[in-house]
């Protein structure tokens, strides 16, 4: 996981550099941000969806962007997100009291990003992308065993796949320094390895995502 997140920022400098700006620096700013995840589509079994076997997650984002032009960005981001497993749905031999057996899902991506209008109030954006989005059914809520794959226990039910993700947001002034944003983004992962599970019954997945949260620009606030 370390080394893909390096392999896309050591891209993101290749391009900064490429680019030759005469202010690198004033050209970073870092995003934080916590958020929610909802399973949208793809089976957790072959009757049951994965957004009825799981409860909606909740995350964290972390993201360094980086300005090409007033209106064209690029976005490396790292988010984790925990999905907690309904007990209904619960290994038989996971199911103890206090314990919350889980999903954890995260995603390593790499986003263009184009701003739709600036220098005004409100800028609204359009964001694509694409990244690595590992995840893994857990014991516990954080940490445990990750649990066996459904047809083959003797692999884990777990894996680290492409994805893609598509959204759109909205920036506004905080300070002279910071931006408030709000994101809608959409995500799908090919999930599928009916040699690795022993069945094709876990399906291509798709969340969508929101999150609210801050834009920290180094060098004061986004020109525009």
């Known amino acids: 996981m370390k080394n893909r997140m390096i392999a896309i920022l050591a891209a993101l400098l290749l391009t900064v550099s490429a680019s030759g700006a005469s202010n690198f620096s004033d050209r970073f700013s870092l995003r934080l941000s916590p958020g929610g995840l909802l399973p949208v589509g793809g089976q957790f079994s072959d009757s049951v969806k994965l957004s009825k076997a799981v409860r909606i997650g909740f995350g964290l984002n972390v993201g360094l962007r980086y300005k090409v032009n007033d209106y064209f960005y690029l976005d490396a981001g790292y988010t984790f997100d925990w999905m907690g497993v309904k007990r209904s749905y619960q290994p038989t031999e996971y199911k103890v009291e206090g314990q919350t057996p889980a999903l954890h899902l995260s995603m390593i991506t790499l986003n263009s990003t184009f701003f739709l209008s600036t220098g005004y109030a409100l800028a609204p954006y359009v964001t694509i992308g694409a990244g690595m989005f590992p995840w893994r059914f857990t014991q516990r809520a954080f940490g445990g065993k990750t649990w066996p794959a459904p047809s083959k226990p003797e692999n884990e039910f777990a894996s680290t796949d492409f994805g893609l993700n598509c959204g759109l947001g909205v920036e506004t002034y905080l300070a002279s320094r ?18 690795k599970f022993g069945t094709d019954d876990f399906t291509q997945q798709d969340f969508l995502g929101l999150n609210i949260g801050l834009v920290y620009h180094f060098r004061g606030k986004r020109p525009g």
């Open 178 to 195: 910071c931006m408030i944003f709000a994101e809608l983004k959409y995500h799908y992962v090919f999930a599928r390895h009916p040699a």
